[in-house]
């Protein structure tokens, strides 16, 4: 995910609200500075923090999925050490402020029982089996052991919890690559070394799935998924048989896998789309093609779906009551509509030219709405006159116009310099990256003012809330349901904001 000015910013204050001020110093120091160890962090953190007080917040942090600790191997015939450092993910920590959107999709698809198991990994981080018992045992309304057993499987075998990763991994030197240049021909075409460190660096901690998800693979002796190579990723077979993964007393570790809820809350959107576009058949037909091509996406953002028969979709969507209802020939005339543009197709399309013009139009007003999108449509430097013409406009107010979309970032300008033309013509283009990037960075901005607001309107009624209900009367009361209301109001528009970040930049 990208970090913007502002998301780090926004990211800054989750961490705040979840574990205060000096967490949110050693977090921002990485956020900024990139990977850091920990007696770096201790000297370039904005506040006078020690060495043991770093370390352990950085603890509390991997502990809360929001640090990786990693090492890089020293260059070959070094004498030194491989260091220890460490990289925030910005990625998980904005999930933060996503937890009851996955609370909701568990409840939704496997129970109450299962989102409660989930909640307690996502406020706690990561937990054993006998710590889940545990923290059942305090509750109001405990499930005992046995059901805390029998969620805690499901919930893997839906993979929306996995072993915790490796603490540690070891990255290897890039300069050397020998891994790579290893490999045949076939595999050579097939992988593809990650577009970042980060990347790199949760590839080399993420165990085989055989480890990540155990329950799934403990099919009795006879089975061979989790024995079979040609199902381990090739980038992972040499990884050590070590059960990093496990506590002192030789018990799995689990945490929540966002990569799933994050897919799945995709999916879900995706069904949304069709059925508002075309209807509930079309999108039930959608729902069954994405459960049977679920297993086989490797990453939550996946562009297509494995190809599909119409027996497989029609078995998946004969499971639901909603499917038993829809005949073969009804599935086939959905698909056929699905299929009449690629919009509709599995991969989930989502056309980010529209979002971009919305916003432009709503800030600049129609005729930079149409400047704009004739420039996107162009994917071109363009010249202002012609710029103009195509959109409509009075040539003497184009100038002005594409200026102010300019200086906020919308457009990119380049100067032509003519021979005998004392002034320089102007060419303009959509550049997609930088708006797009600008656009992420503005909702990042706005949920912060949400959160942020939302807090000072907690803070400033601490004292009422403390009240109990029953016994407000008159303008105390009235003060509490107004409390209520802005709270709601506050919370919706957050979670739609939300949405539309999703929509615009993980789905």
């Not at 109001?140 to 919890?161: C, H, N, T, W, Y």
């Not at 509709?344 to 999108?373: C, H, N, T, W």
């Amino acid at each position: 995910m990208t970090a913007t000015e502002f998301g780090i910013v926004y990211a800054v204050h989750i961490i705040t609200s979840h574990f205060g001020s000096v967490a949110s110093k050693v977090c921002e120091c990485l956020l900024r500075r990139g990977p850091l160890s920990s007696r770096e962090i201790s000297r370039l953190a904005e506040s006078d923090i020690n060495h043991t007080k770093v370390k352990d917040i950085l603890y509390l942090l991997i502990h809360h999925n929001c640090v990786q600790a990693f090492s890089i191997d020293p260059p070959d015939g070094s004498e030194s050490k491989a260091t220890v450092q460490y990289i925030a993910l910005f990625r998980n920590i904005i999930h933060g402020a996503r937890y009851n959107k996955f609370s909701k999709v568990v409840n939704e698809e496997l129970g109450s029982q299962c989102s409660g198991l989930l909640d307690g990994l996502l406020s706690n981080g990561r937990l054993t089996l006998e710590q889940l018992i545990d923290r059942d045992r305090d509750s109001k309304k405990p499930m005992g052991s046995e059901a805390i057993r029998d969620s805690l499987q499901k919930l893997v075998a839906a993979r929306f919890i996995e072993r915790v990763p490796s603490p540690e991994p070891v990255l290897g030197n890039k300069d050397e690559g020998p891994a790579q240049k290893k490999r045949g021909a076939k595999a050579s075409k097939i992988f593809k070394e990650p577009e970042s460190l980060e990347e790199r660096i949760l590839e080399a901690a993420t165990p085989v799935d055989a480890i990540r998800f155990p329950f799934i693979f403990e099919q009795g002796s006879s089975s061979t998924v989790a024995d079979d190579d040609s199902n381990i990723p090739e980038g992972k077979r040499k990884q050590p048989e070590v059960d990093y993964s496990s506590g002192p007393s030789n018990e799995v570790i689990w945490r929540p896998n966002f990569e799933e809820l994050i897919r799945r809350l995709r999916h879900k959107a995706c069904v949304e789309i069709v059925k508002e576009r075309r209807d509930e058949g079309c999108a039930n037909v959608m729902k069954a093609m994405l459960e049977v091509g679920r297993s086989q996406e490797k990453k939550a953002k996946t562009d297509k779906s494995v190809p599909m028969s119409m027996g497989s979709i029609y078995e998946e969507l004969i499971k639901t009551d909603a499917g038993r209802e829809m005949t073969q020939a009804r599935v086939e005339a959905c698909l056929e509509q699905l299929s009449a543009t690629s919009s509709y197709l599995p991969a989930f399309v989502i056309e980010s030219d529209d979002s971009y013009i919305v916003v432009v139009m709503r800030r600049y007003g129609k005729e930079a709405f149409r400047m704009f999108r004739y420039l996107s449509q162009e994917d071109r430097f363009v010249e202002t006159d012609k710029i103009a013409d195509a959109a409509l406009t009075e040539k003497k107010d184009t100038p002005q116009i594409v200026l102010k979309m300019w200086k906020d970032g919308y457009l990119h300008m380049q100067k032509l310099a003519v021979t005998g033309v004392y002034m320089p013509f102007l060419l303009w283009k959509v550049n997609k990256l930088i708006v797009s990037r600008r656009m992420l960075d503005e909702m990042y901005h706005a949920s912060l003012n949400l959160s942020l607001r939302l807090t000072h309107e907690k803070d400033s009624e601490k004292e009422l809330l403390l009240l109990p209900m029953e016994k407000l009367e008159g303008a105390l009361k009235e003060r509490r349901n107004k409390y209520r209301a802005k709270s709601v109001l506050l919370t919706s528009a957050s979670f739609k904001l939300d949405d539309a970040i999703l929509l615009f930049h993980d789905f």
